[in-house]
């Protein structure tokens, strides 16, 4: 009861702070209220018991990603909205386009889901005091080339940057 | 109820207290200590010796004007010297002070929390506190403290890489992230980590001098070029709001130095027997000591060394500190594995 409670509380916030991340007018107070979404996503990770989850959330979007975004907004002149977005007739196209998009994908989850119900998730795997074991275990076993993957990509978006940047290479 | 409750709140009272009163008579000794290093006297007229200083400086920081410019955003404004202070705070939650000590008969644990992955805790919660930086140069709307806010920021998350990746060598050589459970494998093995990663001890401290903004890497403050950096247009309690965490930022990374590294609560020589009788000082003043041992050597380096150059500072951080970091790293891992065979 008392989780389920939480459970909500957290996720109506998750949902109040994305929506409030697209409506603010303001670039900064948009980047300010995805902090406090991705803060919210590390509590839902906690209820679930997964400690390290919940910091590396906060370690690696709250306080990685996002102070990159914060910089790029801050170094980019952004008071003037880029001029496609003026155009009334073609916006209106994209957000009907987007939203079709959106329900289309709704409605083929839902009939898959009534063709085909769900074969229940594998069971969890025992709740360990020590998180960390579990995680890093799982990483360099059962994922071990989805891990190794991850970490290639990372280094071609890297060398793309930095080839980017300097083009006397 | 009083083991869930009552014990946690009185404990979070008295380190929240030990805190902010350590914090008040730092900026006394750092004005002290700076005074002697120049042979000057330093505060001499409240109380004896200045001993009052702290509290007559604080009135007058209550008393003083509080000012926000006109064209600031507000609400930003008034919230980034909060999102600055909480962080440096909260941290305390997981920092073990002592070992378990019995008060009338009830065994008690002296940290707040032993989170299982407690180092990482203080990791994140410190990435967060570098918001409040930034936004405080940003909503002030004025050129010096963006200035000061970019740099702030830009050399946080810099030393923040190099200062992480140190922690990796300590958890390699600990077993754990728990910060008790790191201070107990210094008192297994018998030796502090100092010892044992002595090259991760000084890309710490080297790290931990540029996120706390201390000389000699204050550039994002350098008076001479920012005016003050991204706290120009703050004043009064607010100004102070910046101070408190600036030097409850410096305890932190002291008290993290010294568990990491010196033992924590451990006595010196924690396995030489015949020094059994230094056992009767309680555990949490060998921890006080040794965080002021490291907090002195802060006020040390800031009367010694110049500033450093920008292009100084980030050569040294992405070019010197970050590859030696991953490189002990891998030299630490090669020998726990050979080690283990």
Same mark, same amino acid.
């Given at each position: 009861?008392?989780?389920?409670?939480?459970?909500?509380?957290?996720?109506?916030?998750?949902?109040?702070?994305?929506?409030?991340?697209?409506?603010?007018?303001?670039?900064?107070?948009?980047?300010?209220?995805?902090?406090?979404?991705?803060?919210?996503?590390?509590?839902?990770?906690?209820?679930?018991?997964?400690?390290?989850?919940?910091?590396?959330?906060?370690?690696?979007?709250?306080?990685?990603?996002?102070?990159?975004?914060?910089?790029?907004?801050?170094?980019?002149?952004?008071?003037?909205?880029?001029?496609?977005?003026?155009?009334?007739?073609?916006?209106?196209?994209?957000?009907?386009?987007?939203?079709?998009?959106?329900?289309?994908?709704?409605?083929?989850?839902?009939?898959?889901?009534?063709?085909?119900?769900?074969?229940?998730?594998?069971?969890?795997?025992?709740?360990?005091?020590?998180?960390?074991?579990?995680?890093?275990?799982?990483?360099?076993?059962?994922?071990?080339?989805?891990?190794?993957?991850?970490?290639?990509?990372?280094?071609?978006?890297?060398?793309?940057?930095?080839?980017?940047?300097?083009?006397?290479? | 109820?009083?083991?869930?409750?009552?014990?946690?709140?009185?404990?979070?009272?008295?380190?929240?207290?030990?805190?902010?009163?350590?914090?008040?008579?730092?900026?006394?000794?750092?004005?002290?200590?700076?005074?002697?290093?120049?042979?000057?006297?330093?505060?001499?007229?409240?109380?004896?010796?200045?001993?009052?200083?702290?509290?007559?400086?604080?009135?007058?920081?209550?008393?003083?004007?509080?000012?926000?410019?006109?064209?600031?955003?507000?609400?930003?404004?008034?919230?980034?010297?909060?999102?600055?202070?909480?962080?440096?705070?909260?941290?305390?939650?997981?920092?073990?002070?002592?070992?378990?000590?019995?008060?009338?008969?009830?065994?008690?644990?002296?940290?707040?929390?032993?989170?299982?992955?407690?180092?990482?805790?203080?990791?994140?919660?410190?990435?967060?506190?570098?918001?409040?930086?930034?936004?405080?140069?940003?909503?002030?709307?004025?050129?010096?403290?963006?200035?000061?806010?970019?740099?702030?920021?830009?050399?946080?998350?810099?030393?923040?890489?190099?200062?992480?990746?140190? *922690?990796?060598?300590?958890?390699?050589?600990?077993?754990?992230?728990?910060?008790?459970?790191?201070?107990?494998?210094?008192?297994?093995?018998?030796?502090?980590?100092?010892?044992?990663?002595?090259?991760?001890?000084?890309?710490?401290?080297?790290?931990?001098?540029?996120?706390?903004?201390?000389?000699?890497?204050?550039?994002?403050?350098?008076?001479?070029?920012?005016?003050?950096? *991204?706290?120009?247009?703050?004043?009064?309690?607010?100004?102070?709001?910046?101070?408190?965490?600036?030097?409850?930022?410096?305890?932190?990374?002291?008290?993290?130095?010294?568990?990491?590294?010196?033992?924590?609560?451990?006595?010196?020589?924690?396995?030489?027997?015949?020094?059994?009788?230094?056992?009767?000082?309680?555990?949490?003043?060998?921890?006080?000591?040794?965080?002021?041992?490291?907090?002195?050597?802060?006020?040390?380096?800031?009367?010694?060394?110049?500033?450093?150059?920008?292009?100084?500072?980030?050569?040294?951080?992405?070019?010197?500190?970050?590859?030696?970091?991953?490189?002990?790293?891998?030299?630490?891992?090669?020998?726990?594995?050979?080690?283990?065979?």
């Amino acid at each position: 009861m008392g989780q389920a409670i939480a459970f909500y509380t957290i996720a109506a916030c998750i949902l109040g702070f994305g929506v409030l991340v697209i409506t603010a007018k303001n670039t900064v107070h948009s980047i300010m209220f995805l902090v406090v979404n991705f803060l919210f996503v590390a509590g839902l990770y906690v209820l679930l018991g997964a400690q390290f989850l919940a910091v590396i959330q906060v370690v690696v979007y709250a306080g990685g990603i996002v102070v990159l975004y914060l910089f790029v907004v801050m170094l980019v002149n952004l008071k003037r909205p880029p001029e496609a977005h003026q155009d009334r007739r073609r916006r209106g196209r994209l957000g009907v386009t987007c939203s079709l998009v959106v329900l289309a994908e709704l409605v083929a989850i839902a009939a898959y889901k009534y063709v085909s119900p769900a074969a229940g998730l594998p069971p969890a795997l025992p709740m360990g005091p020590d998180n960390v074991a579990q995680v890093g275990m799982l990483l360099y076993t059962d994922y071990l080339i989805p891990f190794e993957l991850a970490s290639m990509l990372l280094l071609v978006a890297m060398v793309g940057a930095i080839v980017l940047a300097r083009r006397d290479l | 109820m009083i083991d869930l409750l009552v014990i946690p709140l009185i404990k979070i009272v008295i380190v929240l207290t030990g805190v902010l009163i350590t914090v008040m008579y730092m900026v006394l000794l750092e004005r002290k200590v700076q005074a002697w290093v120049q042979v000057r006297l330093g505060p001499m007229r409240v109380g004896p010796h200045g001993v009052l200083q702290p509290i007559a400086d604080v009135l007058k920081l209550f008393v003083k004007e509080d000012i926000t410019p006109v064209r600031a955003d507000k609400v930003v404004f008034t919230l980034a010297p909060i999102i600055v202070l909480v962080p440096a705070i909260i941290a305390f939650a997981v920092i073990p002070f002592g070992d378990q000590v019995s008060i009338f008969g009830k065994p008690v644990p002296l940290h707040i929390a032993d989170l299982n992955v407690g180092l990482l805790y203080i990791v994140a919660v410190a990435s967060i506190g570098v918001y409040g930086i930034i936004l405080g140069g940003w909503s002030s709307n004025s050129k010096y403290p963006l200035l000061g806010g970019l740099r702030a920021s830009a050399q946080l998350i810099s030393y923040e890489v190099a200062v992480t990746l140190t *922690f990796v060598s300590v958890i390699l050589a600990s077993g754990s992230l728990s910060m008790v459970d790191i201070v107990t494998a210094q008192k297994a093995n018998g030796v502090w980590f100092a010892f044992v990663q002595p090259l991760a001890l000084f890309i710490y401290f080297v790290g931990a001098l540029a996120e706390t903004n201390r000389s000699p890497f204050d550039l994002p403050e350098a008076e001479q070029e920012l005016v003050a950096g *991204f706290h120009t247009e703050y004043s009064g309690m607010r100004f102070a709001l910046f101070f408190l965490a600036e030097y409850a930022n410096m305890i932190v990374v002291s008290a993290v130095a010294t568990t990491l590294f010196f033992g924590g609560w451990l006595r010196p020589f924690p396995s030489v027997a015949f020094l059994h009788f230094l056992d009767v000082v309680p555990t949490w003043i060998w921890f006080v000591v040794k965080t002021f041992l490291v907090l002195y050597l802060f006020l040390w380096i800031r009367a010694t060394l110049p500033r450093y150059r920008y292009d100084q500072l980030m050569r040294l951080g992405w070019k010197v500190l970050i590859p030696l970091a991953i490189a002990n790293i891998i030299v630490t891992a090669a020998v726990k594995v050979a080690l283990s065979d």
